[in-house]
């Protein structure tokens, strides 16, 4: 099955296996310390892990589309034309609700001393 891709401006290829490969690990690294005693503890970590890497590439895909094209569209239909929403839009509204909920279980997952850096970091960038 051939990686899907999705393109901007210069041919910046945004959402492919590669970045979420990356991001996937970029969050794991967060876990390293966490004992994996509890396997079925583990295998729920991955999988959120690996929801969330993706559930972050697809809002930079999406945000870059709408850097692009705009938040709104013009379509024609027939000869009426009119104004809708970028479907980018839609698109990076419903991956940033899942990925704010899927973020805060993996914080709450963390090991409380991770879990305080992080709680810092957070209210430093305003993320409260």
């Known amino acids: 099955m051939a990686e899907k891709k999705s393109t901007i401006s210069g041919n910046t290829e945004i959402l492919t296996d590669a970045n979420i490969k990356k991001e996937y690990n970029a969050i794991r690294r967060m876990f390293r310390s ?3 005693d ?3 503890k ?3 970590l991955e999988r959120i892990i690996e929801e969330v890497a993706f559930q972050k590439i697809a ?3 999406a945000k870059a589309d709408m850097i692009k094209n705009g938040l709104q569209t013009t379509t024609k239909n027939a000869s009426q034309k009119f104004v ?3 479907p980018a839009v839609q698109t990076y509204d419903k991956y940033a609700r899942s990925y704010a909920s899927n973020m805060k279980t993996l914080i709450d997952m963390l090991p409380p001393k991770q879990k ?3 709680s810092r970091i957070m209210q430093l960038r305003g993320d409260d």
């Open 34 to 36: 966490v004992k994996d």
């Open 38 to 40: 509890d396997s079925d």
């Open 59 to 61: 809002m930079k895909a």
């Open 42 to 44: 583990m295998k729920l």
């Open 116 to 118: 305080k850096e992080i």
């Open 84 to 86: 809708k929403e970028n």
